[in-house]
């Protein structure tokens, strides 16, 4: 049996090297709240490199992807400095293993969050949204990990990058999401798509960072979760969201 903190030095090492292992789950049983306490020590080896907690991702947002994964619940995992690219800071692809994007929505948090609130709450908890896109990034082989195994690789979160801040909206639904590799479309989605409504997404963080003791101070993003499925990057690229009425978001991977 590998211990937490043995788990959380191997996904460490894993990314920092760029070098995929195998999931734990095919040696051993381990509980989701393991799996999470891996996640926060992963993350604290992060903040020691000097990079605070910025926010924190929603995943499994898409009822197809629940499906795909045999799973009834989204998991959240946290972002850390380190992962916010810039318009003018190309992702180097020699820094991941294989990465993937996916459309998504973000939230700015204006008030800290310390207990679970319903979507129709929250809303007055955000002060900003924005397009964005996650470049999530296993670091097991094959990108092939069980539920334990993923919320311990932080849910695979490599990077993000956020268009313009924009004004919260009453309502986030049948908003088109279209993510473009070099101008070509690669996926259309819906907001609908993102647990049905951004703003149940944005609740449902709120639940598990208070079940799994995860920040939500003012000032926090939140990736609400994927419309889509992920699209792998194979090449040098440059990837474009559109979301209607809140902008665009894009990044180049060199
Ligand atoms: O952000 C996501 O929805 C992905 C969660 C982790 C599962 C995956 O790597 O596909
Ligand atoms: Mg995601």
């Not at 692809?93 to 990465?99: G, I, Q, T, V």
């Not at 939230?107 to 979507?119: G, K, M, Q, S, V």
């Not at 195994?149 to 986030?172: E, K, M, R, T």
């Not at 070509?184 to 997404?201: H, K, M, R, V």
């Amino acid at each position: 049996m590998i211990s937490i903190s043995e788990k959380a030095s191997i996904l460490h090492r894993a990314a920092r090297t760029q070098t995929p292992v195998k999931q734990f789950s095919l040696s051993e049983n381990y509980s989701l709240e393991s799996a999470y306490q891996v996640q926060h020590e992963l993350i604290r080896l992060r903040q020691e490199e000097g990079f605070p907690i910025v926010g924190v991702k929603m995943g499994f947002t898409s009822h197809a992807k629940m499906k795909q994964m045999g799973v009834k619940d989204v998991i959240i995992g946290q972002l850390t400095s380190d992962m916010q690219l810039n318009k003018r800071e190309p992702l180097l692809k020699a820094n991941c293993c294989h990465p993937r994007a996916e459309p998504e929505i973000a939230f700015r948090l204006n008030t800290d969050i310390y207990e679970p609130l319903t979507a129709n709450e929250v809303i007055n908890y955000v002060d900003r949204v924005a397009a964005a896109i996650e470049i999530i990034d296993s670091r097991y082989e094959s990108f092939k990990f069980s539920l334990e195994d993923v919320v311990s690789d932080n849910c695979s979160s490599c990077a993000f990058i956020l268009g313009q801040w924009c004004d919260v909206p009453l309502g986030l639904n049948g908003l088109d999401m279209k993510m473009s590799f070099d101008g070509q479309l690669e996926t259309e989605g819906s907001s609908d798509d993102i647990l049905d409504n951004p703003f149940e997404a944005l609740a449902a963080s709120t639940r598990l960072a208070c079940r799994y003791n995860i920040p939500l101070m003012k000032g926090m993003i939140v990736l609400a979760g994927a419309s889509t499925t992920a699209s792998f990057i194979r090449k040098t690229l440059n990837v474009n969201l559109r979301v209607d009425g809140l902008g665009e978001a894009s990044f180049t991977i060199i």
